[in-house]
């Protein structure tokens, strides 16, 4: 069955960086795009952008250009999200979903709890 | 500010119809593809609704959906206490392209 396993809970200052991993298995990694979720607290959820695994190409949200940086490493069937330069904003639960073929999230990550605070 | 409106609440008794609204700035059908997701706290959230009216294999038939102009809906009926937790639709034009949350729904079953 398809599983995305991802990175665990991190704490990180102002200013830092992040790197959140997710790990695909029980399907072909570079068939179907990876995307990013995040919801923070209180908040609802809000889609980041998303990744080719077959060819790395990227499609970020607005809100996010210049700051988010979505790679993978086919050999591993891993997607990795990065998020640089972080405020206290960005305190919140990231998700990878597997986008299927009807545009439809069935699998998600377990979530990555991630506080940034000083 | 998220492209898609739902109703920040909507609340029911057991047994009754809730129906969760998700409305666009434009058609929300054509995004082409519509889903709607639970998402209970300290959960990933689960698929209930996808393709505007599909159910994926284990969803119950109490849930439906529908897209008119633009405008989608989430149907629960009969509902159930295990159904109280936030709703989101979600809207996706296709490949390569950007994808949208509503900004979620709290259901209440009194």
């Known amino acids: 069955q398809v599983q995305l396993v991802q990175s665990g809970a991190e704490v990180k200052k102002p200013g830092a960086s992040l790197r959140v991993s997710c790990k695909a298995s029980?399907?072909?990694?570079?068939?179907?795009?990876l995307h990013w979720v995040r919801q923070a607290p209180g908040q609802g959820l809000e889609w980041m952008g998303w990744?080719?695994?077959?060819?790395?190409?990227?499609n970020y949200a607005q809100n996010f250009q210049g700051r988010v940086t979505m790679t993978r490493d086919t050999s591993v069937s891993t997607s990795y999200m990065e998020v640089n330069s972080l405020r206290s904003d960005d305190t919140a639960v990231y998700y990878c979903?597997?986008?299927?073929?009807?545009?439809?999230?069935?699998?998600w990550g377990q979530g990555t709890l991630v506080t940034v605070s000083s | 500010q998220s492209a898609l409106t739902q109703p920040r609440s909507v609340s029911g008794s057991p047994g009754q119809s809730v129906t969760i609204s998700c409305t666009g700035s434009?058609?929300?059908?054509?995004?082409?593809?519509v889903s709607w997701y639970r998402h209970l706290p300290g959960k990933a959230p689960k698929l209930m609704i996808f393709?505007?009216?599909k159910r994926p294999s284990g969803v119950p038939d109490r849930f439906s959906g529908s897209n008119s102009g633009n405008t989608a809906s989430l149907t629960i009926s009969g509902l159930q206490a295990e159904d109280e937790a936030d709703y989101y639709c979600?809207?996706?034009?296709?490949?390569?392209?950007?994808?949208?949350f509503g900004g979620g729904t709290k259901l209440t079953v009194l």
């Open positions: 979903a597997k986008l299927g073929d009807s545009g439809e999230f069935a699998s």
């Open positions: 029980g399907y072909t990694f570079t068939g179907y795009y």
């Open positions: 990744i080719n695994p077959d060819n790395a190409v990227t």
């Open positions: 434009y058609t929300v059908g054509g995004y082409r593809y």
């Open positions: 393709d505007v009216n």
């Open positions: 979600c809207s996706y034009a296709g490949t390569s392209t950007s994808v949208v």
